[in-house]
Structure formats: structure tokens, C-alpha cells
């Protein structure tokens, strides 16, 4: 039998958003069959299901999920700055990503800064990118969405 620190309430919420179930009004609407809303709260478009909630919903996508986005890409900004030897703080939550890191001639991180391209490109601001000068190699780790 597996134990934690968890209330079992808090599991039992966890379990019913993997299993996309929570009850929001969408899922009381449409499978409970009552009077509820089934309209997201904050923007009044489509349902309010799991999914939409997570990443569909407009009001939510520049502040929510870009807080989110910017601390995943702050946790991966410091692994790397960990594995390849560049500056970065102690603690990953301590981190503040800057714009470029580099080691000497030898590697370079470079965080949210546009590209140059000969041609028009509209989406030319990957998010990070890891250019080794040894290998003449260049990486884009992960591409933005909220910026």
C-alpha cells in the first residue's frame, strides 16, 4: 500500500482531472444534466471542460499560462546553465534567465531574443537556443507560444 502526505481529497482531485471529470459546469451540464452554465467563466466561449481550461481559454492565455510557460522555461534555462557549465544561481526558483550565457568562445544560451533571417519570417523568436561553437552546432530547445 502506497502512503503520502496527500489529503485524500487532494488525490481524489488529481485523479478526476487526469480522468478529465472535474466537476465543472460543462461536465455538470452535459453529464449531470442540470441547469448549470456550461460557458467558461472568465471569457463566455465554448465549454468549460478540463482541456479548455488547462490551454484554450484567451483571458487565461497572458497571464496564467505564461506565468506557467516562463517557469518551465526558467527550470529548463537553469538545467542547461547546470549541464554545460554557464553561470546560474544556486537554486532553480532563484534563476533569472538572462537574454544570453555564455562560457568563453565555447557555448552560448540564448533565451527569447529574435533571429535575424534573410527572408521575412513571422515567427523568428524561438525560445531558447544552445549554439556550441566547437561542434558548430545550433539547437532550439523549445519554441515560445506567449510572447
Known amino acids: 500500500m502506497l502512503h503520502s502526505d496527500l489529503k485524500v481529497q487532494t488525490g481524489a482531485k488529481i485523479c478526476a ?5 472535474l466537476g465543472t459546469n460543462y461536465v455538470k451540464n452535459k ?8 460557458f467558461c467563466r472568465m471569457c463566455g ?4 471542460t478540463v482541456q479548455r481550461l488547462i490551454c484554450e481559454c484567451k483571458k487565461l492565455e497572458q497571464s496564467e499560462y505564461k506565468r506557467r510557460h516562463d517557469t518551465v522555461a526558467k527550470l529548463v534555462h537553469w538545467k542547461l546553465c547546470k549541464k554545460h557549465y554557464l553561470k546560474r544561481k544556486e537554486r532553480w526558483y532563484g534563476h533569472c534567465p538572462e537574454g544570453v550565457v ?12 529574435d533571429i535575424q533571417c534573410d527572408n521575412l519570417v513571422e515567427a523568428r523568436r524561438p525560445g531558447l537556443i544552445l549554439v556550441d561553437n ?4 545550433c539547437v532550439i530547445i523549445y519554441r515560445c507560444c506567449y510572447r
Open 17 to 21: 482531472t487526469q480522468e478529465q471529470v
Open 31 to 38: 453529464i449531470d444534466k442540470t441547469w448549470e452554465n456550461p
Open 45 to 48: 466561449e465554448k465549454g468549460k
Open 102 to 113: 555564455e562560457d568563453g568562445d565555447d557555448e552560448k544560451l540564448i533565451l527569447d531574443i
Open 134 to 137: 566547437k561542434r558548430k552546432s
